[in-house]
């Protein structure tokens, strides 16, 4: 006993506050630390009632009990250790900081210079040493405990070939729907509200990605009036980011899900563990830096001052430390289990298996997360490459993945665009990109297909504007403003963009992978040109949803919806381009003339018209319940990306059936056995 509060010695695990029912547990981890002690707080966070110092020091893990401590209890950790950057320990006690595992946090940061752990401004900054308090300046942990009651039984547990994802941002989507009340557009309640589930469902996708949802700081000290927006600046790996949450509680995201869930919708998150917001040496102490440096972030090997950076923003944690690891999973097992997660899609995932350095596709963070029982079921997509040396690691992720396909990305654009010698790459990149994912019993489903995302134009955009308005996004856009460089009041220049976005659409949504359509592209949201918005928490970045083109809306719908009904355009298999049981070939690629594609004819640069047909019988790997192959139809595809009309010889369908348009982008026509594709046009025909 210490005065009138009773101190019990408590558990090493689990880390965070634990509350139950009659006191709480806390636990933190620091390999380096002299001493640690606990603070507590007013429940308004303004006053520091008392500290606690940790006396119990167990297996790296500071720990104790406290009868009569409950959830709503405000806290937070001053660590002492060495001030040594020299060596790689930053510790000042005089910084208050955010428990890793709290499970919600209270009040926003504020960059005032009592945040840095040095004198913010004086010579060799981050060597000074600053003795001013920080608490008044940062949010405080919570002691949490979670009383939902879910409805929804069990997750939707979609097959991810049959998947189709549509990536997000939680405030941008909402912020201007206009029949949401205004205190819940910009939030996860707002999400959950039956017109927006209305309308996600309407479209006929079948998964949101969340752009960052963990707990993120906005600001950074040296961003001026604007803040990060995407919100790759993760601060906490187990909060909800707060200002996303109406109520206050982290528990509106569990609401939030379990309304999607109700709907058949599985909620993906993008998640970023490569890096955290304290930047570099020269950013604030909130949490890892403070409490222990040398074991959180990866640092240079005899330059310890320093971080050794594989993500562009400052610093990598070091997920070669088993603790950094644990804390990863962790938080992993906390949103598929606590808060009902269907997937995970990892920013910079190279930087997450780097081991020694190198990318490790079987051991360390990827080995350990294959083993997993919690995460074993959950869909796994990751962004292939970080900003290290050999970062570019497409198509080595483990089997179970998914990745983010940028040569896919690339080659619509080109193709559509009209770029010389982008037949071959394109009919590669529809077919499922095999060569790069086809290995180890992979699915077709690896390639995460894409042709925007947030990062860059939007679909819109990308057929305005020969060049960004903005100077700081990437250089090569593969864009085209088709005769004016942003917006035009030529009806022919409109008509011809509207119809690039369908035709680009078309190839997304009949591919073979796993489609994301970033949000608003299907309604051409526009960004003006900006194409690397992520400090732009504005009306730029945001879906306006009173000027949304209703017939590239409906059109998008109508793809998705012949996804849906035609498992021929989401095979569990690779094509093989070779004879099958029934006769015929899965794929058969023509020329113009209708005969079969030879070597000379791949080769030719001014090869700009893909034109092929698929069959239904050959896909005998979708069963009923009885075991019995469910055959689909015959389809023929003409992707004509030339400026000049092109006259296709139609092969005569099966015995007693015949073509079908389903749709075709341009204005072309049957011509007896021939069909003309107008110019940059996509024709869709079915057998019936």
Not at 31 to 39: D, G, I, M
Not at 168 to 182: A, C, D, E, S
Not at 583 to 588: E, F, L, S
């Amino acid at each position: 006993m210490r005065g009138k509060r009773i101190i019990l010695p408590g558990r090493a695990y689990p880390l965070g506050s634990t509350f139950d029912g009659k006191g709480t547990n806390f636990a933190l981890f620091s390999r380096n630390a002299e001493k640690v002690e606990l603070c507590l707080f007013s429940s308004d966070g303004k006053e520091e009632k008392e500290r606690i110092e940790l006396v119990e020091y167990t297996d790296e893990t500071w720990h104790c009990y406290i009868p009569g401590i409950r959830p709503g209890q405000l806290y937070g950790w001053r660590v002492y250790g060495k001030y040594d950057p020299l060596n790689g320990h930053r510790f000042n006690h005089n910084k208050l900081l955010i428990d890793p595992y709290a499970r919600e946090l209270r009040g926003g940061l504020k960059y005032d210079p009592a945040v840095f752990g040095y004198k913010y401004g004086a010579e060799d900054e981050d060597l000074s040493f600053d003795g001013r308090d920080s608490a008044p300046f940062v949010p405080k942990s919570v002691v949490h405990a979670g009383k939902y009651r879910w409805q929804s039984k069990a997750k939707p547990e979609r097959r991810r070939h049959n998947s189709v994802i549509y990536e997000l941002h939680v405030k941008g989507f909402t912020k201007l729907h206009p029949k949401l009340p205004n205190r819940l557009r910009g939030t996860f309640a707002g999400l959950a509200r039956r017109e927006v589930v209305a309308y996600l469902k309407n479209l006929g996708i079948t998964a949101v990605e969340l752009m960052p949802s963990q707990a993120f700081f906005m600001g950074a000290e040296r961003y001026g009036d604007r803040h990060n927006y995407w919100g790759y600046n993760t601060v906490n790996f187990f909060t909800p980011e707060p200002t996303y949450c109406d109520s206050g509680n982290p528990e509106d995201f569990k609401r939030f899900v379990d309304a999607f869930h109700a709907a058949g919708l599985e909620v993906i998150m993008d998640v970023v563990y490569n890096h955290t917001a304290e930047g570099n040496q020269l950013g604030p102490t909130l949490s890892f830096r403070g409490i222990d440096n040398k074991s959180y972030y990866h640092l240079v090997e005899g330059s310890e001052r320093y971080y050794f950076d594989t993500t562009g923003v400052g610093n990598s944690l070091d997920f070669s430390n088993p603790r950094v690891v644990e804390m990863a999973m962790d938080s992993l097992r906390y949103f598929s289990d606590e808060m009902r997660v269907d997937g995970f899609r990892f920013d910079l995932a190279v930087a997450l298996a780097r081991v020694g350095g190198k990318f490790d596709h079987s051991g360390g963070f990827l080995g350990v997360v294959r083993q997993d029982p919690s995460l074993q079921r959950v869909k796994k997509l990751a962004e292939p490459w970080d900003m290290g040396r050999n970062g570019y690691q497409l198509g080595r992720f483990p089997a179970g993945w998914s990745e983010w396909n940028d040569r896919y990305r690339i080659a619509v654009r080109r193709f559509w665009r009209g770029d010389a010698g982008m037949a071959p790459e394109m009919a590669t990149r529809f077919c499922g990109s095999s060569e790069l994912f086809e290995d180890r019993g992979r699915r077709p489903w690896s390639s995460l297909n894409y042709i925007a995302s947030h990062d860059g134009f939007t679909l819109a955009d990308l057929n305005a504007y020969d060049a960004p308005r903005n100077s700081d996004g990437p250089e090569h856009n593969y864009s085209s403003g088709y005769g004016a460089d942003g917006p035009s009041d030529d009806k022919g220049i409109i008509s011809l963009r509207r119809r690039q976005a369908k035709n680009m659409l078309a190839t997304l949504f009949l591919s073979q992978g796993l489609p994301m359509i970033a949000m608003g592209d299907e309604c051409g949201r526009t960004q003006g040109g900006n194409n690397n918005a992520y400090l732009e928490d504005n009306p730029t970045s945001w879906l306006d949803w009173e000027k949304r083109d209703e017939e590239l809306s409906e059109f998008a719908r109508f793809l998705i919806s012949i996804r849906a009904r035609h498992s021929v355009f989401r095979r569990s298999r690779f094509y093989r381009g070779s004879d099958c049981a029934v006769g015929g070939k899965d794929i058969t690629w023509l020329t113009p003339k209708g005969e079969e594609m030879k070597p000379e004819d791949w080769a030719a640069k001014s090869l700009k018209t893909l034109v092929f047909a698929l069959s239904g019988e050959c896909d005998d790997f979708h069963l009923d319940k009885g075991g019995e192959p469910q055959y689909d139809t015959d389809f023929f595809i003409i992707m004509n990306a030339d400026v000049k009309s092109v006259e296709v010889a139609i092969p005569r369908p099966r015995s007693g059936r015949k073509w079908r348009q389903v749709f075709d982008t341009g204005y072309s026509l049957f011509a007896g056995d021939a069909y003309v594709a107008t110019p940059r046009s996509f024709v869709l025909l079915e057998a019936v």
